[in-house]
C-alpha cells in the first residue's frame, strides 16, 4: 500500500458512513484527498423514487461530508457506462434464468477501472474506496493480493474478486484494518453528518428490492407465465415469470405441498421452474468461468482451497483444477473446476465462485453450472 507523503488519491464516497470515515482517515493520513460520487441512477427510475447507495441524496449526503472535511468533491456521470456494463447484464442474466451478482459486476467495470481513469485525469494515481478488505504486496512473488477484513463479518473481500493487480496495486481500503463498530464510532468526528445512517442493504438500482417492477420496465419477456414442474416432470403450477425465482427459493411459489419445495432449476429456454425437496438442491462440483487470479499467477494443478457461493456463507473446504482446455488470458483461467468436500446447498448460476487461502483470496469466477 502506499505511503502518504503528497500522494493524491480519489475516493469513492457514496454519502454512506463506510466511504465518509475512509475518506477522513486518508485525510488524516495527510493524503491529498478528493472525494468522487458516481452517478450511477437510471433515467427510467419512477418520479420521485430515490433507490440506495447512487441517490440524489447520497450525493447530497457526500457533498456535506466533504465540506465537512475541507476536500474538493466531484459529482462524476457514469450513468451510461453503468447502464450498459451492470444494468444490461442484470437484465439479460434474469432473461437466461441466472441470478446475477450486480455488485461484483460495478466492482469490476466501473468503480475500479472508469474511476481509476478519471482519478488520473484529476492528477491521482490512486483511489480508495470504503469497502472491508485488505490489498498487501507479496514480496516474494511481487503480487499485489487481495486479503480479507480484519472483521471478517463484514469482510468484502468476496465481492472484490475481479480486481486486476493493475486495479489493486492502485487502490486503498482504509477500512479493511478496522472493525465496524469502530468505524461508527470514528465517524462521530470525522463524519457526524452522516454517522448514524444506516447501512444501504438493496441493489442501488432495484428500489425497495422490487425485481418484478423493475424488469417488467426493462424486460417483460422475463415476467412471461409458464410451468412449474417437478423433478419428475409432472406439472404443479403456473408462475408469473422466471425472473421471480433463484435457486433454493421457497416463498411465494403459488403451490401447495404436503412437504416443502424449493427451486432447484430454471429452464429459460422453455420458460419453467422446476422445483424439488431440500436434498435435490445439494450439489458437490461447480464449473466457473472468467476466473480471475489474484493470489498465484497461474493454475496448472488442482490446489486445496476454501470457497464459497454465496457473500453471506462461510468458506468451506474444496478442490479447486483448471478445467480441461482451460486457458489463461490477461490474469484469467477461461474454465475452472472445483469439488467441495460436502455437498453444498443452491449453488447458483450467475453468482460469483471465490476461493481462498486462508486470509488470501486466490481468485474468483462466475459459477456456469452444478451437479
Known amino acids: 500500500m502506499a505511503s502518504s507523503g503528497s500522494k493524491r488519491v480519489v475516493v469513492a464516497m457514496s454519502g454512506g458512513v463506510d466511504s465518509s470515515v475512509a475518506a477522513g482517515l486518508l485525510v488524516r493520513q495527510g493524503y491529498q484527498v478528493l472525494g468522487a460520487t458516481l452517478q450511477l ?9 430515490e433507490s440506495g447507495c447512487c441517490s440524489l441524496s447520497a450525493v447530497e449526503d457526500a457533498r456535506r461530508v466533504a465540506a465537512h472535511l475541507g476536500i474538493p468533491h466531484y459529482v462524476l456521470n457514469f450513468r451510461e457506462h453503468f447502464e450498459r456494463t451492470v444494468i444490461a447484464d442484470f437484465t439479460r442474466e434474469y432473461l437466461a434464468g441466472r441470478t446475477p451478482n450486480p455488485c461484483v459486476r460495478c466492482n469490476q467495470h466501473v468503480k475500479f477501472g ?8 484529476l492528477g491521482a ?24 477484513s480484519v472483521d471478517e463479518g463484514k469482510d468484502q473481500s468476496y465481492a472484490l474478486h475481479p480486481l486486476t493487480q493493475e486495479q489493486l496495486g492502485h487502490t486503498l481500503f482504509p477500512l479493511g484494518g478496522h472493525w465496524k463498530v469502530g468505524t461508527r464510532e470514528m465517524a462521530l468526528e470525522l463524519a457526524p453528518l452522516v454517522a448514524t445512517k444506516p447501512d444501504s442493504q438493496e441493489i442501488c438500482f432495484v428500489p425497495n428490492r422490487d425485481y418484478g417492477a423493475f424488469l417488467s420496465r426493462r424486460a417483460p419477456d422475463a415476467l412471461k407465465p409458464g410451468e412449474i414442474l417437478n423433478t419428475r416432470g409432472e406439472l404443479l403450477g403456473i408462475h408469473a415469470g422466471i425472473a421471480n425465482f ?10 401447495s405441498s404436503a412437504q416443502p419445495l424449493y427451486v432447484t432449476e430454471i429452464d429459460a429456454d422453455e420458460n419453467r421452474v422446476i422445483v424439488g425437496g431440500q436434498g435435490e438442491l445439494m450439489r458437490k462440483r461447480v464449473i466457473a468461468t472468467s476466473f480471475n487470479l489474484i493470489g498465484v499467477d497461474e493454475l496448472e494443478e488442482p490446489i486445496r482451497v476454501s470457497a464459497k457461493i454465496r457473500y453471506n456463507m462461510r468458506d ?39 476461493c481462498y487461502l486462508g486470509d488470501r483470496v486466490v481468485g474468483g469466477g462466475t459459477i456456469e453450472s452444478a451437479t
Open 114 to 121: 472508469p474511476l481509476l481513469e478519471k482519478a488520473r485525469s
Open 246 to 255: 433463484t435457486i433454493g427459493q421457497r416463498k411465494r411459489l403459488g403451490i
Open 41 to 49: 441512477w437510471p433515467s427510467d427510475l419512477p418520479p420521485g423514487v
Open 125 to 148: 494515481d490512486l483511489i480508495a474506496t470504503g469497502h472491508y478488505a485488505r490489498a498487501q504486496r507479496d514480496r516474494t512473488s511481487g503480487r499485489w493480493l487481495l486479503l480479507r
Open 316 to 354: 468451506v473446504p474444496a478442490l479447486l483444477s483448471p478445467a480441461p482446455g482451460a486457458t489463461l488470458s490477461e490474469g484469467c483461467v477461461s474454465e475452472v473446476s472445483l469439488e467441495f468436500d460436502e455437498p453444498q446447498r443452491a449453488i447458483t448460476p450467475g453468482q460469483s465462485l471465490v
